[in-house]
């Protein structure tokens, strides 16, 4: 009897044991990935990779990778390998990058998660500079408009021109005026004394 129930507990213990397994086995989980989650990285690396305890199904499996405002960072399609997915990393700005991660399990049930990395040194922001560069080249434009002013105030300076010309000429007829009474003068001097030289 004391070696039936030894047997009996032993099957019991055993099967106790494997049961919770067997579900356990059935549910994909994440085991690791490059970079590991939460690591700082200042040179980026050309791909992230995730490991999985079960092989994913490239059919059900969906990864995405998001940088610093949320701008994606993923440079094409993922590949699988075993239990392992690597996606190529196109990085942007420095900052939190987050690679979040979808798969499907043995009995169908849907597994997702993240991973989060900084990464310390990203390509630079495009310099501010430009903006303020062409507020002085605006600027400028305004003080080529005085210059129309002094422009517009040659045409009054033309007009005491004219009125010197139209004096010149009212100067000139006066003396063609003149010539002309003289020239009547000695036409009326040479009548007269011929009119006496007829005389008896």
């Known amino acids: 009897m004391a ?14 044991l494997a049961l919770p397994a067997v579900p356990a086995s059935a549910h994909n989980s994440l085991t690791g990935s490059n970079p590991e989650n939460g690591a700082r990285v200042a040179a980026a690396p050309a791909r992230i990779e995730l490991r999985f305890l079960a092989k994913p199904d490239p059919g059900t499996t969906k990864i995405t990778l998001t940088g610093p405002d949320n701008v994606a960072a993923l440079g094409g399609e993922p590949t699988f390998s075993g239990s392992r997915v690597s996606v190529p990393f196109a990085p942007g700005a420095a ?11 043995g009995d169908g049930h849907p597994i997702k998660g993240e991973v989060r990395f900084t990464l310390t040194t990203g390509t630079p922001a495009q310099p501010p500079s430009s903006s303020p560069a062409t507020d002085p ?50 036409l009326a001097a040479g009548l007269l004394l011929r009119r006496r030289s007829s005389r008896p």
């Open 3 to 16: 070696r039936t129930w030894v047997v009996v507990l032993g099957v019991a213990l055993g099967v106790s």
């Open 95 to 105: 900052g939190l990058y987050v690679v979040g991660y979808q798969v499907a399990s």
């Open 137 to 186: 080249t605006a600027s400028a434009t305004p003080t080529a408009v005085p210059s129309s002013p002094a422009a517009a105030t040659s045409p009054p300076a033309a007009e005491p021109a004219a009125a010197e010309r139209s004096d010149d000429d009212g100067g000139a007829g006066w003396l063609w005026a003149l010539g002309g009474l003289v020239v009547l003068a000695a």
